[in-house]
């Protein structure tokens, strides 16, 4: 199996093609202590929602002239079952540090959840999968254009909708992609060109993703990001949306240095009355 490359997830996307067919289970309930909770606490417990997406470099010729389940498709129950067996081991109380101090990270939940459906590690780049019949994909990762795997902390920022780790691989295109993305925080910001909008905050949602993280040494503490996002904003005096995504662009690789691109998408939703609201998006990769 050649090696593969760490990259952006529109990069695995792009490698991948369009899929002609797809798999996806969307939001599986667990819930897990293999994370921190919106304080920065380690271990506690929370609610996750788990997706997972499989697509097929062809739409699943044998099962839909047959009309039964065969070697082309994935069932989507055994894929559900099978997702939340890897997981209930991180169901379980354990720390965040190690006794010798080092830090782990909820990418474990990812990394378990790869190891069931492929027998491939995730640290590895994803790349190493087994073909035999005791992992869920094993019998048919040869078909698989794109696998990706989304978990969820809804509970785990203070201002924002939650908080979303995830992985991604295309087999057969050299490329794989680790994420973290703080979703949805609002902000009251002083933020606009107009006279009014000099007058008081109004409220601005940021969606900020880490792209292309080396998950298993990074071990991005998500909080940290969400305290460095929220600060930029409640002192921002930005009239521009351009500006301050910008800024909190620059703010963010600051924080993070390492090799990776910053996303961040703002919404602004009283700036437009007939509208849900603006959006501006920009991306930045560190130096």
């Known amino acids: ?63 839909a002239s047959t009309d039964q389940l065969s070697a082309d498709t994935v069932h989507y129950g055994t894929l559900s079952k099978c997702i939340l067996s890897s997981v209930e081991q ?38 190493s999968y087994k073909h035999d ?5 094993g019998g048919v990762m040869e078909r698989i254009t794109f696998l990706g795997v989304e978990v969820t902390f809804p509970k785990a920022s203070l201002l ?57 040494t990074d071990g991005h503490n998500y909080v940290d990001l969400e305290r460095t996002v929220v600060k930029v904003m409640e002192e921002s005096e930005f009239e521009t949306l351009e500006a301050l995504a910008n800024y909190i662009a620059d703010k963010v690789l600051k924080e993070f240095p390492e090799n990776l691109q910053v996303h961040v998408k703002l919404e602004k939703p009283t700036a437009v009355t007939f509208a849900d609201c603006p959006v501006i998006e920009v991306r930045r990769r560190s130096e």
């Open 160 to 216: 924002g909708s939650g908080v979303t780790i995830g992985a991604s691989a295309a087999p057969g295109g050299g490329v794989y992609n680790f994420f973290m993305r703080l979703n949805e925080v609002r902000v009251p910001t002083l933020i606009g060109v107009n006279a009014n909008e000099r007058e008081a905050k109004q409220v601005v949602s940021a969606t900020v993703t880490l792209d292309g993280i080396d998950a298993p």
């Open 1 to 63: 199996m050649p090696e593969t490359t760490l990259s952006t997830a529109h990069a695995v996307l792009t490698a991948a093609g369009e899929p002609p067919a797809t798999i996806l289970v969307k939001n599986l309930l667990s819930t897990t202590h293999a994370a921190w909770d919106a304080w920065g606490r380690p271990s506690k417990h929370q609610p996750m929602l788990i997706t997972a997406r499989v697509s097929f470099a062809e739409p699943f010729p044998t099962s």
């Open 133 to 137: 019949d005791k992992h869920l994909l």
């Open 90 to 127: 991180q169901t379980k109380p354990y720390p965040l540090t190690g006794g010798d101090g080092s830090t782990r990270n909820p990418f474990i939940l990812i990394h378990s959840i790869w190891d069931a459906l492929t027998g491939g590690c995730a640290w590895t780049g994803l790349h």
